[in-house]
């Protein structure tokens, strides 16, 4: 796909996604987001083509007027929307497919410092919330939703929800999915056990002895 047509899917995908756009002029001169993104498509070829120095220099400008840093050589699919913004940070290694929506705050990073795939691999049509952090080279299905303020450490199932810290699959297929949380367990074992204890307690102290006593 040609530059001038990758641009214009970011473009679509700005005023499909977001109900505040007025049109196309409105997210040219007003949406950092579009910016941002704009930029990385122009400074992404640098990059590959193995120019020293002035990707990452530019990368820096676009990173000083739109609040968002993006490496050059991150890979980004068409169609990728970031909705407002400020804060968003997106890692050398990351992989995104088609149709992927970040909105502020968002992290794409790394936990290792070798010179490897540290970062997330992006499916299409991922919806990433306000302040969550994806962290590794794991892989985030096709469909998937990560709520707000949530941190992902494990791989994600396509057209799955995850939200939480760490992130839990919630809804898988648009299905509730229950979880087996340690400590939610451990609370139901400890009732279980403190509302045994009293039916004990009155079976020895005989009927009446805690009819005052409240537990």
């Known amino acids: 796909m040609s530059l001038l047509a990758t641009i214009k899917a970011d473009l679509q995908a700005a005023l499909e996604r977001d109900p505040a756009a007025r049109g196309p002029v409105d997210v040219i001169l007003s949406y950092p987001g579009f910016h941002a993104v704009t930029a990385h498509r122009l400074i992404h070829p640098l990059q590959r083509a193995g120019i020293p120095l002035l990707p990452r220099f530019l990368a820096h400008l676009a990173r000083f007027v739109t609040g968002i840093e993006i490496h050059p050589a991150a890979q980004l699919g068409k169609g990728f929307f970031i909705d407002h913004g400020?804060?968003?940070?997106?890692?050398?290694?990351?992989?995104?497919?088609?149709?992927?929506?970040?909105?502020?705050?968002?992290?794409?990073?790394?936990?290792?410092?070798?010179?490897?795939?540290?970062?997330?691999?992006?499916?299409?049509?991922?919806?990433?919330?306000?302040?969550?952090?994806?962290?590794?080279?794991?892989?985030?299905?096709?469909?998937?939703?990560?709520?707000?303020?949530?941190?992902?450490?494990?791989?994600?199932?396509a057209n799955a929800t995850v939200v939480g810290?760490?992130?839990?699959?919630?809804?898988?297929?648009?299905?509730?999915?229950?979880?087996?949380?340690?400590?939610?367990l451990l609370i139901r074992q400890l009732a279980d056990r403190v509302a045994a204890l009293e039916r004990k307690l009155v079976q020895l102290s005989g009927p009446g002895a805690y009819d005052d006593v409240a537990i």
């Open 86 to 157: 400020m804060g968003v940070v997106i890692g050398e290694t990351v992989e995104s497919g088609e149709n992927v929506t970040l909105y502020q705050g968002v992290t794409l990073g790394g936990v290792s410092l070798q010179k490897v795939k540290r970062h997330p691999t992006l499916g299409n049509n991922v919806v990433i919330g306000a302040g969550a952090s994806v962290l590794g080279p794991i892989t985030v299905g096709d469909n998937a939703k990560v709520g707000a303020n949530s941190v992902v450490v494990r791989d994600v199932p």
């Open 165 to 184: 810290m760490p992130a839990k699959v919630v809804l898988q297929n648009g299905e509730p999915v229950r979880t087996s949380d340690p400590q939610s």
